[in-house]
């Protein structure tokens, strides 16, 4: 006969053995909720992914942690997180495939941490993901594909960052996004598709950038190979002349210029539009041209023309299509007569009209298959009818893309009409000279990561067209004198990541026309006299990431129109102040992470009249003199002096403009001697983080909360101390003794 065990005791060993194997699945410093399924580990210090985590855990909260570096498979032991916080972790890097296992995941917070680049396959394996928070980085770079994974995303956020300039198609992949927020950047430059492929983009957030846009008055935007418009693209409260013409739209929003409300004439000639709505915002609107579209007076036009009679608008264009509309002015059709046909008829009179044209016309160039099948597939990912594919890729897109083919040459049999030419990618380690030949119209070509280690001269002879040429992640070591010969357009030039050792300063004296040259990531050791000879109208010099160490007193004499000089993280042991004096228009400076120790005093007075943005974060400063900052009065609006060893910093109080000052993570000295900051930092309205690293009873905390100031002459309240302030030399305020402070007792646990 068997021993009977009373069920009390059977439920009290069954939550006893439960409890144990939830002990054993939650990390001992983290609370854990088994019926929620949450694990939240909040400011415990941690510096990696706690592997104890029961894996059906859903919800993971890792904020406030030490965690500076996400490594491949991060995740892999929880592969049913859905929402997951890293927020104020410190980290730096997010290795590829750090997220890869996490495909049910929706919410991810990396907000304030201290990443600088978002690379390629960052992000791989979040194909739910829903929401991303990237604010208050360090991001200044995101390579080509970063977000090619996350088809689902509907907000991204990345406002409080330091990028300055965003590459054509830089979100692609974002099929679902909502809502995009770049608010409070340094951007000043955008590539004509940096917005490219966001069709289903509602809201888009630039404000608080160095855009500089809101006083203009008349914008010409024509000639670049913009393809989609998207609500609230343009919001310039004084803008009145708006040309857009000779683009490749094919889509523009009725809400594209909603803040845009004085516009008077529009220019949207030659674009691939069939079909506009009635636009909102833009009330004096009198004129709007359409020369040049394949305009379908169909039904679908009629709100259109209907808006524009009771408007006022005067519409220039003619209908290209159905047959019996073709060439008729915009102007004489009354609304009445846009009608619309089954939709059969209307595909069957197109593809009609598409043959006939093909028949009548000049042949047009072979397009090799897979080139056709490239296409192909955008086509059918964007929902464009596969019948109408061989005459939009000829007639309506002018995009072209060989993207990772494995070529090993160039190919050819591109549409003469090509202005977009991506050929990223492929394997061509040699370019000979005239390998564009015939493609006259390119506007911009993309052949990066092609293993390109050579160019021969006059490679892109015949491209009068080129504006921009993207050549980064190569393995180029040099550029000939004759290597741009025959572009003179050419006016961005991306030559990151490759080899060069020596500037390659030949090659840019058959570029009159250069603006922005992109250098990073190279081996640049030296800048010598003249490297920039030729390059009269560059405005923008990007240098981050080499291992320069000297620049020559005239380096960059012959640009005088540099506004923008990136140097950072190389090897500077001072400011190279000599050379920069005559950058007369120099508005940003980067120094960066450069083995600066001292800054002298008028370092930067060549440029007091024009700089507004000066870095010089992450130096390990330890000094920085009085006159340092001397002429940069009211037109500096930002300084970045974190990641210093500065025990004190220079007056600030000159510098009325500032908007954005950060001091964090310096080891000030709080004494007598800081008082003008304190004093500065009550004055202002800024936010300034600014803390104590001496002595030891104050460290950690913030120097606007700190009260031993009120015991330093010139502050507080007594009145003997107010006469003394008034007959006192400021030197007496570093003489002065600071009261000592008691050592807090230590509370017995």
Same mark, same amino acid.
């Given at each position: 006969?068997?021993?009977?065990?009373?069920?009390?005791?059977?439920?009290?060993?069954?939550?006893?053995?439960?409890?144990?194997?939830?002990?054993?699945?939650?990390?001992?410093?983290?609370?854990?909720?088994?019926?929620?399924?949450?694990?939240?580990?909040?400011?415990?210090?941690?510096?990696?992914?706690?592997?104890?985590?029961?894996?059906?855990?859903?919800?993971?909260?890792?904020?406030?942690?030490?965690?500076?570096?996400?490594?491949?498979?991060?995740?892999?032991?929880?592969?049913?997180?859905?929402?997951?916080?890293?927020?104020?972790?410190?980290?730096?890097?997010?290795?590829?495939?750090?997220?890869?296992?996490?495909?049910?995941?929706?919410?991810?917070?990396?907000?304030?941490?201290?990443?600088?680049?978002?690379?390629?396959?960052? #992000?791989?394996?979040?194909?739910?993901?829903?929401?991303?928070?990237?604010?208050?980085?360090?991001?200044?770079?995101?390579?080509?594909?970063?977000?090619?994974?996350?088809?689902?995303?509907?907000?991204?956020?990345?406002?409080?960052?330091?990028?300055?300039?965003?590459?054509?198609?830089?979100?692609?992949?974002?099929?679902?996004?909502?809502?995009?927020?770049?608010?409070?950047?340094?951007?000043?430059?955008?590539? =004509?598709?940096?917005?490219?492929?966001?069709?289903?983009?509602?809201?888009?957030?630039?404000?608080?950038?160095?855009?500089?846009?809101?006083?203009?008055?008349?914008?010409?935007?024509?000639?670049?190979?913009?393809?989609?418009?998207?609500?609230?693209?343009?919001?310039?409260?004084?803008?009145?002349?708006?040309?857009?013409?000779?683009?490749?739209?094919?889509?523009?929003?009725?809400?594209?210029?909603?803040?845009? =409300?004085?516009?008077?004439?529009?220019?949207?000639?030659?674009?691939?539009?069939?079909?506009?709505?009635?636009?909102?915002?833009?009330?004096?609107?009198?004129?709007?041209?359409?020369?040049?579209?394949?305009?379908?007076?169909?039904?679908?036009?009629?709100?259109?023309?209907?808006?524009?009679?009771?408007?006022?608008?005067?519409?220039?264009?003619?209908?290209?299509?159905?047959?019996?509309?073709?060439?008729?002015?915009?102007?004489?059709?009354?609304?009445?007569?846009?009608?619309?046909?089954?939709?059969?008829?209307?595909?069957?009179?197109?593809?009609?009209?598409?043959?006939?044209?093909?028949?009548?016309?000049?042949?047009?160039?072979?397009?090799?298959?897979?080139?056709?099948?490239?296409?192909?597939?955008?086509?059918?990912?964007?929902?464009?009818?596969?019948?109408?594919?061989?005459?939009?890729?000829?007639?309506?897109?002018?995009?072209?893309?060989?993207?990772?083919?494995?070529?090993?040459?160039?190919?050819?049999?591109?549409?003469?009409?090509?202005?977009?030419?991506?050929?990223?990618?492929?394997? #061509?380690?040699?370019?000979?000279?005239?390998?564009?030949?015939?493609?006259?119209?390119?506007?911009?070509?993309?052949?990066?990561?092609?293993?390109?280690?050579?160019?021969?001269?006059?490679?892109?002879?015949?491209?009068?067209?080129?504006?921009?040429?993207?050549?980064?992640?190569?393995?180029?070591?040099?550029?000939?004198?004759?290597?741009?010969?025959?572009?003179?357009?050419?006016?961005?030039?991306?030559?990151?990541?490759?080899?060069?050792?020596? #500037?390659?300063?030949?090659?840019?004296?058959?570029?009159?026309?250069?603006?922005?040259?992109?250098?990073?990531?190279?081996?640049?050791?030296?800048?010598?006299?003249?490297?920039?000879?030729?390059?009269?109208?560059?405005?923008?010099?990007?240098?981050?990431?080499? /291992?320069?160490?000297?620049?020559?007193?005239?380096?960059?004499?012959?640009?005088?129109?540099?506004?923008?000089?990136?140097?950072?993280?190389?090897?500077?042991?001072? /400011?190279?102040?000599?050379?920069?004096?005559?950058?007369?228009?120099?508005?940003?400076?980067?120094?960066?992470?450069?083995?600066?120790?001292?800054?002298?005093?008028?370092?930067?007075?060549?440029?007091?009249?024009?700089?507004?943005?000066?870095?010089?974060?992450?130096?390990?400063?330890?000094?920085?003199?009085?006159?340092?900052?001397?002429?940069?009065?009211?037109?500096?609006?930002?300084? #970045?002096?974190?990641?210093?060893?500065?025990?004190?910093? =220079?007056?600030?109080?000159?510098?009325?403009?500032?908007?954005?000052?950060?001091?964090?993570?310096?080891?000030?000295?709080?004494?007598?001697?800081?008082?003008?900051?304190?004093?500065?930092?009550?004055?202002?309205?800024?936010?300034?983080?600014?803390?104590?690293?001496?002595?030891?009873?104050?460290?950690?905390?913030? /120097?606007?909360?700190?009260?031993?100031?009120?015991?330093?002459?010139?502050?507080?309240?007594?009145?003997?101390?107010?006469?003394?302030?008034?007959?006192?030399?400021?030197?007496?305020?570093?003489?002065?003794?600071?009261?000592?402070?008691?050592?807090?007792?230590?509370?017995?646990?």
């Amino acid at each position: 006969m068997g021993f009977a065990v009373p069920s009390d005791l059977v439920v009290l060993l069954l939550l006893i053995s439960t409890q144990a194997v939830h002990l054993r699945k939650c990390p001992r410093t983290c609370v854990c909720d088994d019926v929620k399924l949450t694990v939240a580990c909040v400011r415990k210090n941690l510096t990696r992914v706690p592997t104890a985590v029961s894996e059906i855990t859903v919800k993971l909260d890792l904020r406030g942690n030490n965690i500076q570096e996400l490594p491949t498979g991060a995740f892999r032991h929880i592969p049913y997180l859905t929402h997951l916080s890293l927020h104020r972790c410190a980290i730096q890097r997010v290795q590829e495939g750090a997220f890869r296992s996490l495909g049910r995941l929706v919410f991810l917070d990396l907000a304030n941490n201290n990443i600088e680049i978002l690379y390629q396959e960052s #992000f791989d394996g979040l194909s739910s993901l829903k929401q991303l928070l990237l604010d208050h980085n360090r991001v200044e770079e995101i390579q080509p594909g970063a977000f090619s994974q996350l088809g689902f995303l509907n907000l991204l956020s990345l406002t409080h960052n330091q990028l300055v300039y965003l590459p054509n198609m830089a979100f692609q992949g974002l099929q679902n996004i909502k809502w995009l927020r770049l608010s409070h950047n340094s951007l000043n430059n955008l590539a =004509p598709e940096a917005f490219g492929s966001l069709l289903t983009l509602a809201r888009l957030s630039l404000d608080h950038n160095e855009l500089q846009l809101p006083q203009v008055t008349r914008l010409d935007l024509g000639h670049n190979p913009i393809t989609y418009l998207g609500e609230e693209t343009i919001s310039m409260p004084k803008l009145t002349h708006l040309f857009m013409d000779h683009m490749s739209l094919q889509d523009f929003s009725m809400a594209a210029l909603a803040f845009s =409300p004085r516009l008077v004439h529009l220019d949207l000639s030659h674009n691939q539009l069939r079909v506009l709505q009635p636009l909102v915002g833009p009330a004096q609107l009198t004129r709007l041209n359409l020369t040049g579209n394949p305009i379908h007076c169909s039904c679908y036009l009629r709100p259109l023309r209907e808006w524009a009679l009771s408007g006022f608008v005067r519409l220039a264009g003619a209908c290209a299509r159905p047959p019996h509309f073709s060439g008729e002015n915009l102007e004489a059709l009354h609304p009445t007569e846009l009608r619309c046909q089954s939709q059969e008829a209307m595909l069957e009179a197109e593809l009609e009209e598409i043959n006939r044209a093909t028949l009548t016309t000049t042949p047009v160039p072979r397009i090799p298959s897979e080139h056709r099948r490239a296409y192909k597939l955008h086509t059918d990912r964007a929902g464009i009818k596969p019948n109408l594919l061989f005459h939009l890729h000829q007639g309506e897109t002018h995009h072209s893309s060989c993207e990772n083919r494995g070529h090993t040459k160039v190919p050819h049999g591109f549409s003469p009409d090509t202005r977009f030419l991506d050929l990223r990618d492929n394997h #061509f380690h040699y370019i000979p000279s005239h390998s564009f030949r015939g493609l006259v119209q390119v506007v911009s070509l993309h052949i990066q990561r092609c293993k390109i280690h050579e160019l021969e001269g006059a490679t892109f002879s015949g491209m009068k067209a080129l504006v921009y040429l993207y050549l980064s992640e190569n393995d180029l070591s040099s550029l000939s004198a004759q290597t741009f010969r025959g572009a003179p357009e050419l006016t961005y030039l991306h030559l990151e990541k490759n080899k060069f050792a020596r #500037f390659p300063w030949e090659a840019f004296k058959l570029l009159p026309n250069l603006l922005s040259l992109h250098l990073e990531h190279n081996a640049i050791s030296r800048l010598e006299q003249g490297v920039l000879a030729g390059a009269k109208r560059l405005r923008e010099l990007y240098l981050t990431g080499n /291992v320069i160490n000297m620049v020559a007193p005239n380096a960059f004499d012959s640009a005088s129109a540099l506004d923008t000089l990136h140097m950072g993280s190389n090897q500077l042991k001072e /400011v190279p102040a000599e050379a920069l004096g005559k950058l007369s228009h120099l508005a940003e400076l980067r120094l960066s992470k450069n083995p600066i120790r001292w800054v002298g005093p008028s370092a930067f007075l060549p440029l007091a009249g024009s700089l507004k943005h000066l870095y010089l974060n992450g130096l390990g400063l330890e000094k920085v003199r009085g006159w340092a900052l001397a002429g940069l009065g009211p037109g500096l609006q930002s300084l #970045f002096l974190e990641e210093n060893q500065l025990e004190e910093v =220079p007056l600030l109080s000159p510098l009325t403009g500032l908007k954005v000052v950060n001091l964090a993570e310096n080891p000030l000295l709080c004494d007598c001697a800081l008082l003008p900051l304190r004093k500065w930092i009550d004055t202002v309205n800024l936010t300034v983080s600014a803390t104590c690293g001496h002595p030891s009873e104050l460290r950690g905390q913030e /120097v606007k909360d700190v009260k031993i100031f009120k015991s330093c002459p010139g502050e507080g309240s007594p009145p003997t101390k107010q006469k003394a302030s008034k007959t006192s030399k400021p030197k007496s305020t570093h003489q002065c003794t600071c009261p000592k402070i008691a050592p807090v007792k230590k509370i017995p646990s």
